[in-house]
């Protein structure tokens, strides 16, 4: 401490006359270093400067670098900073600054390009696909026959997002079984498949939102939902009574049913079966948690009920329209 008081007291020039000296002591060590290794030859009638020898000390400090400008003959200073790199360093550091401003700006335009482009083509799929389905409904193609299962799967259909390999699907998701009908499930075997009759459904046209479909059964089944609109196997045929249950996905395969929301009161909805076509007039439209299997309950009067998952590429509820057969 008493060191550092001591300096604190010192005035500038003594504290300038500390550091030539140190200076000093440098440059006569590196003297002597050189000359006794022969590169230095001293001239005639010339002495070295001293390291004890206190010499004044004229100092000029610049306004830019604050470096000493002028020192005493003998000593050595560090080069000053040429004058051609003060120039162009603000130069350099723009040219980069911008340089890195374009391959930033690059980066962002190119994952804009690639994420309108895979929006692009999904959309250009799900306009060929909904054409394919288009002309199987013109069709009116025989639907698949399907085992009807006794338990019934307890979460409404839809989802856009494939099972993977043997991942349990969670509460909400299709295919979702609670624990305790498990052992049920695992235990129970499939009954004979139904025999195609006639009076199923085969076709469903919507106007309104520019729809038409064939109508396959068994709607919790991903492979049919993949083909269009399917029907869940064991609900009334067309224009019969009781509660006929149509679903299909709203934003992948065709996106058959995204318009869905679209609908109103008074739409019409054209079933067709082998025999004729049913015209059913919508009556309402609700939005339901995907467990909600309310909506799919039967009734005593010829009803129609569409499901599909909503809000549009997010899929948290489901969107249910329900009409009933004109007349």
């Not at 030539?20 to 000359?35: D, F, N, P």
């Not at 199923?200 to 109508?215: F, G, K, N, Q, T």
């Amino acid at each position: 401490m008493d060191s550092l008081r001591s300096a604190q007291e010192m005035e500038v020039a003594e504290l300038e006359q500390l550091l030539q000296r140190k200076r000093q002591g440098v440059h006569c060590s590196r003297r002597a270093r050189l000359k006794a290794m022969g590169r230095v030859v001293e001239a005639p009638g010339l002495r070295p400067p001293d390291a004890s020898t206190p010499v004044p000390v004229p100092i000029v400090r610049g306004a830019a670098n604050d470096r000493v400008a002028r020192l005493p003959s003998g000593l050595i200073q560090d080069d000053p900073e040429p004058a051609w790199d003060t120039a162009w360093r603000p130069a350099w550091r723009w040219l980069a600054d911008r340089a890195i401003l374009m391959v930033e700006l690059a980066i962002v335009a190119l994952f804009l390009f690639t994420a309108v482009s895979l929006w692009q083509t999904n959309n250009r799929l799900n306009r060929a696909l909904a054409q394919v389905q288009r002309s199987e409904g013109a069709a009116l193609a025989l639907p698949t026959p399907q085992a009807t299962a006794v338990i019934d799967v307890v979460v409404l259909p839809g989802g856009h997002r494939y099972p993977q390999g043997r991942e349990t699907p969670q509460p909400g998701e299709a295919g979702y079984i609670p624990a305790h009908l498990l052992p049920a499930i695992n235990n129970y075997e499939s009954p004979p498949a139904p025999t195609p009759a006639p009076e199923h459904a085969r076709r469903i046209r919507v106007e309104a939102i520019d729809v038409d479909s064939a109508i396959y059964q068994g709607m919790y089944d991903w492979e049919v939902l993949k083909k269009g609109v399917a029907q869940h196997i064991g609900s009334a045929a067309p224009g019969q009574a009781g509660n006929m249950i149509l679903a299909g996905h709203n934003d992948v395969y065709g996106e058959v049913f995204r318009d869905l929301d679209q609908l109103a009161p008074g739409d019409e909805i054209v079933v067709s079966s082998e025999r004729q076509a049913h015209v059913y007039v919508v009556r309402e439209m609700v939005i339901v948690e995907p467990t909600d299997v309310s909506v799919m309950a039967p009734t005593d009067f010829p009803s129609l009920t569409l499901i599909s998952c909503y809000p549009y590429r997010v899929n948290t509820k489901r969107i249910v329209v329900f009409a009933d057969l004109a007349g």
